[in-house]
């Protein structure tokens, strides 16, 4: 007695066949395994590079002397902005190899006027598109008085301004 049922038991073996391997290959092609080591490496080498220039920049030549620092943020006209520029550059792209390397920032400070903390920009190198991914930086530094050319409402006596920069590669 010949019975066509062996033929329809061996088109649904291959097709179950075709079935598993095809979600194998879905399942195995969307999953991705990301490790904590490979994630944000560059990010954290950015925010330590940013620390340090600003570290060295908060760092007095001589005990009781201000800082380079302080002394960029006592004047924000623009040939000051401008030097903070040039040495905040200079000192972020350096680079042991014979190439600098290509890192923008842009620095803003925020300070209290009256019962209200405000941000304003100082200075940047390049303006953002938005697409980049950028690093933020901060440092606490203590001014004497108002500084020249600062905003209207910054207070007159001795404060502290926050110092924050954005870096990301160019």
Same mark, same amino acid.
């Given at each position: ?5 062996? @033929? ?6 291959? =097709? ?7 979600? =194998?290959?879905?399942? =195995?092609? %969307? ?13 954290? @080498? ?12 908060? %760092? ?10 302080? *002394?960029?943020?006592?004047?924000? +006209?623009?040939?000051? *902005?401008? =030097?903070? *520029? ?13 190439? @600098? ?31 980049? @991914? ?10 004497? +008085? *108002?500084?020249? +050319? ?21």
């Amino acid at each position: 007695m010949v019975d066509d049922s062996a @033929q329809l038991y061996t088109m649904e073996g291959i =097709a179950a066949a075709f079935i598993i391997l095809a979600t =194998a290959y879905l399942v =195995a092609g %969307t999953t991705s395994v990301y490790t904590p080591g490979d994630s944000h490496i560059t990010d954290m @080498q950015l925010e330590v590079l940013g620390n340090d220039v600003l570290a060295v920049m908060d %760092t007095p030549i001589k005990n009781g002397d201000p800082s380079e620092l302080e *002394k960029y943020l006592s004047d924000w +006209g623009d040939s000051n *902005k401008n =030097a903070f *520029k040039e040495r905040f550059s200079k000192l972020l792209n350096n680079n042991t190899g014979p190439e @600098q390397d290509n890192l923008q920032f842009s620095t803003y400070v925020s300070y209290r006027a009256n019962d209200d903390v405000k941000t304003k920009q100082f200075v940047q190198s390049q303006e953002m598109t938005g697409y980049e @991914q950028a690093v933020r930086v901060t440092r606490l530094v203590t001014i004497n +008085g *108002k500084p020249i +050319g600062s905003p209207v409402d910054v207070r007159t006596g001795e404060q502290v301004v926050m110092v924050e920069v954005l870096i990301w590669r160019g």
